[in-house]
């Protein structure tokens, strides 16, 4: 039997966010690469960014003819340095675990973008580890740095775009027990990750520590969704909102590049999940706009935020 699909919404919010494509001699460096620049960048809450692996790609779809990966880094819009955090994160990430990772080349596939004015000039600033030795060049059809390392010669292009997309898609998998949540939850990754243009930057995917605005402690920003923990009911009475027969409550998180594209990859994420024995309900959490105004429902067609 099916999980039952709450009536609700997933409550998105704007980012900034920048696409870099990472090539590498083979799958094995290409994935180092991409599991260090993308590492610690599960929530914007203590971690710089938020980052994943968009897609991958084939040898015949990258500038230099090897195997390559997109990641996507998503910082909120509504802070008022968006674009200096941006660049900050893509400065760090590249230059500390691409350019180190053996092999690795760096691109971006934002060319509309750089365009149309919205570009960093990445190349420059982590060209500057040359020492002096660092040159321009035209290679594989663009402008890009030489840098002189070791290894041989690190390639990254000048600038890279950068656009608004979206953060903070979502959806809850409440399980009968741990492992029906999590079975869940794994198989909306895996849908996930088939899908164009967004990742999952939890660890695999998952965020079994779902997170509400504030705390009981005043330095803190966010803390554990009490209300939603099953190990409190009990604890909490007629204020905790666990269903009953639930035990253990999984939660994926989607960015991307657009509403469109997080909205495709959300209903993808129900498809998948909804038939995991065990599986009670799949919800999504949501602050009444407070947070964001880009409103997806779980259920196509219906708008409960309006309700």
């Given amino acids: 039997m099916a999980a039952e699909i709450e009536n609700t919404y997933a409550e998105a919010f704007r980012s900034l966010f920048a696409e870099v ?44 003819g090897r195997p390559g990966a997109v990641l996507q880094f998503h910082v909120p819009r509504f802070r008022k340095d968006r674009e200096e955090a941006l660049y900050q994160s893509l400065l760090k990430r590249v230059s500390q675990n691409v ?59 000048r600038d890279f775009g950068f656009r608004d997309g979206v953060m903070g898609g979502n959806l809850w998998f409440l399980g009968e027990t741990a492992d029906s949540a999590l079975d869940a939850g794994s198989k909306a990754v895996a849908a996930v990750a088939e899908c164009n243009g967004v990742i999952t930057p939890f660890p695999g995917g998952l965020a079994g520590s779902a997170s509400k605005a504030g705390s009981n402690y005043k330095f803190l920003i966010a803390s554990t969704f009490a209300e939603w923990c099953p190990t409190l009911k009990d604890k909490l009475g007629e204020t905790s909102l666990v269903p009953d027969g639930v035990t253990s409550i999984q939660e994926i998180i989607i960015n991307g590049r657009d509403l469109e594209s997080v909205a495709a990859a959300t209903y993808a994420a129900i498809d998948a999940a909804k038939e995991t024995p065990g599986l009670r309900m799949i919800r999504a959490g949501n602050y009444n706009g407070r947070l964001g105004k880009s409103f997806i429902p779980l259920i196509p067609g219906q708008t409960p935020w309006e309700d």
């Fill in 21 to 64: 494509l990472v090539t590498a001699r083979d799958r094995t460096w290409l994935d180092h690469a991409c599991s260090n620049a993308t590492g610690h960048a599960s929530s914007t809450i203590l971690c710089d960014c938020e980052a994943g692996v968009a897609s991958l790609l084939a040898p015949a779809d990258t500038p230099d």
């Fill in 99 to 157: 350019l180190t990772c053996p092999t690795a080349a760096a691109f971006s596939p934002m060319s509309e973008d750089i365009a149309a004015g919205r570009s960093i000039p990445l190349g420059r600033k982590i060209a500057y580890f040359g020492d002096g030795h660092e040159f321009e060049d035209r290679r594989h059809g663009r402008d890009v740095w030489v840098i002189p390392v070791l290894a041989g010669e690190f390639m990254l292009d």
